[in-house]
């Protein structure tokens, strides 16, 4: 026991001596770091690991450039700028194209009530689809099938007639009499062989036939591509309103879908609307042309049918158009078509076109004729064509939005 108690003693003696520090030896400093430092260090430890291996050790990060410093409002001043304008390049140096997919859209939201009467006779929405751009289709291929042989025939028989138009207008008194008096044959043979001689003048002549071609290919080349872009846009539609509607507020959302509805379904019924419109005016003034013997009776109807289409003015045009025609039949041709169609047109202003439109799109004719003005001068016939849908969805959107919201105050 003794001996026991002896070697704990000794020990304790031994630690009591390593506590005590060495003769000559200085206490270590001790260093402690910022209190800035110390608290962000404890937050640091709270978050994730990633966040607090690229914490900085040392200090706080510098202070973020206000959104009114000078530099800032500059540099973020330049840069709106700059997109301002790119988006009015590309904006202006694409604007074909952009009007082949204002047609587009246009022309889908016209068929989509056709493939919509269709869906609720249990016919599958691709067939459908497939029904309403087959007889788009046709219809524009009937029209070129029939406009681009009569072109050719007039071409033809032009320059089969023109030297005996040419002989026999030399041969005249009228010529001769001209010609003794004025030596109008020399003076016109010293032209023509100017005129021969000169490569500016005959390239002229082949850069207008070169250009109208480029003319008709590019017009067939956009008709092709509007109606392929009508079908896309018309196989996508659903998908393409519910994905807009998603980009508004959750709470505004079903208001959002609402308007949007109801502008759609006025421009389709509109479109339905005016092309029945166009196809009874077009009939008529087949028939009548028929009747009274107006040469190309077929052609002048697609004409009618076009121009039909441009909403109050366009019936006015092409009933002046078919007048001139009718003229080379004689006055008397010509008067009877003029006084059977525009009686017509007062019977399709009175008569058939409110209850056709009647389901339409509803614009005060002060406001319809302005926007078919404003709307041809800036796009031309398509502007015409979509001015008073765009006339109505504008007034729709005040009434449900402007107009309440004042209401409220």
Not at 255 to 274: D, H, K, M, P
Not at 302 to 308: E, G, K, M
Request: charged letters at 15%.
């Amino acid at each position: 026991m003794r001996r026991k108690g002896s070697a704990a003693s000794a020990l304790g003696l031994v630690a009591r001596r390593l506590r005590q520090p060495l003769p000559g030896a200085q206490p270590r400093l001790r260093f402690e770091m910022p209190p800035e430092y110390v608290q962000e260090h404890q937050a640091g430890e709270d978050e994730a690991d990633l966040d607090s291996e690229v914490r900085p050790q040392f200090g706080r990060p510098g202070p973020r450039m206000s959104p009114q410093h000078p530099l800032y409002l500059g540099f973020m001043g330049t840069v709106g700028v700059g997109l301002a304008l790119l988006v009015y390049w590309i904006g202006s140096n694409t604007t074909q194209l952009l009007l082949w997919i204002v047609a587009a859209l246009f022309i889908a939201l016209g068929l989509e009530p056709v493939v919509g009467w269709l869906e609720n006779r249990k016919i599958p929405r691709p067939a459908g689809i497939l029904v309403s751009v087959t007889v788009l289709i046709s219809a524009v291929v009937g029209f070129f099938a029939t406009l681009i042989p009569t072109i050719v025939e007039q071409v033809t028989e032009i320059v089969e007639q023109a030297p005996v138009w040419i002989r026999d207008f030399i041969d005249s008194e009228f010529f001769r009499s001209l010609d003794d008096q004025f030596g109008v044959r020399d003076r016109v043979s010293e032209e023509l062989d100017k005129f021969v001689n000169d490569p500016a003048a005959v390239g002229g002549i082949f850069g207008g036939v070169v250009g109208f071609g480029s003319t008709v290919a590019n017009g067939l080349f956009g008709t092709l591509i509007v109606l392929v872009l009508s079908l896309y846009f018309l196989a996508a539609l659903p998908a393409m309103k519910k994905w807009g509607y998603r980009l508004a507020p959750r709470s505004r959302r079903n208001r959002v879908e609402a308007l949007s509805e109801e502008i759609t379904r006025s421009v389709g019924n509109y479109v339905i609307g005016q092309a029945c419109v166009a196809l009874l005016n077009a009939t008529f003034a087949f028939i009548v042309m028929s009747i009274v013997g107006i040469p190309f009776a077929l052609l002048l109807a697609f004409v009618v049918a076009l121009l039909a289409f441009i909403p109050l003015v366009g019936g006015m045009i092409a009933g002046i158009v078919v007048l001139l025609v009718s003229l080379t039949e004689g006055w008397q041709t010509a008067a009877i078509y003029g006084i059977c169609y525009f009686a017509y047109l007062q019977f399709e202003a009175y008569f058939i076109s409110p209850r056709i439109m009647q389901k339409a799109v509803a614009v005060p004719g002060a406001v319809a004729v302005i926007s078919v003005i404003a709307g041809g001068s800036l796009l031309g016939v398509l502007g015409a064509l979509i001015a008073i849908p765009t006339a109505a969805a504008v007034l729709l959107l005040i009434r449900e939005i402007y107009i309440v919201r004042q209401d409220q105050h």
